[in-house]
């Protein structure tokens, strides 16, 4: 059974800094990408940032230069260093893995139960 934890949410005052973590299992197939999401109320969810196997980034413009994702290969772990909080940032946060078969050509996705997130003003 595949399980993504996410860890490292919290209440924080602007200006301040969370760290994330997602520490996953039960994962067989070749990881394509891990990333993290978040949902603010009343909002769609949206990609924070993103990181694929070749190590490529892609980060939402609103967090850019704020945020770094860094990803564990060995443990299939992955992490969002959030600095400079704002409290537009104030949401929930979820890991996501997408992961592939080869035969049959096949992608998954995997989520987090997601982590709250409250940047104070």
């Known amino acids: 059974q595949v399980q993504l934890v996410e860890s490292g949410g919290g209440l924080v005052q602007a200006g301040g800094s969370l760290r994330l973590s997602c520490a996953t299992s039960g994962i067989i197939f070749s990881i394509d990408a891990m990333g993290w999401y978040r949902q603010a109320p009343g909002k769609q969810r949206e990609l924070v940032a993103l990181?694929?196997?070749?190590?490529?980034?892609n980060y939402a413009d609103s967090v850019k230069g704020r945020f770094t994702i860094s990803r564990d290969n060995a443990n299939k772990a992955v992490y969002l260093q959030m600095n400079s909080l704002k409290p537009e940032d104030t949401a929930v946060y979820y890991c996501?893995?997408?992961?592939?078969?080869?035969?049959?050509?096949?992608?998954?996705?995997?989520w987090g139960q997601g982590t709250q997130v409250t940047v104070s003003s």
């Open positions: 996501n893995v997408r992961a592939y078969s080869i035969y049959p050509r096949r992608f998954y996705d995997y």
């Open positions: 990181m694929t196997s070749g190590a490529s980034t």
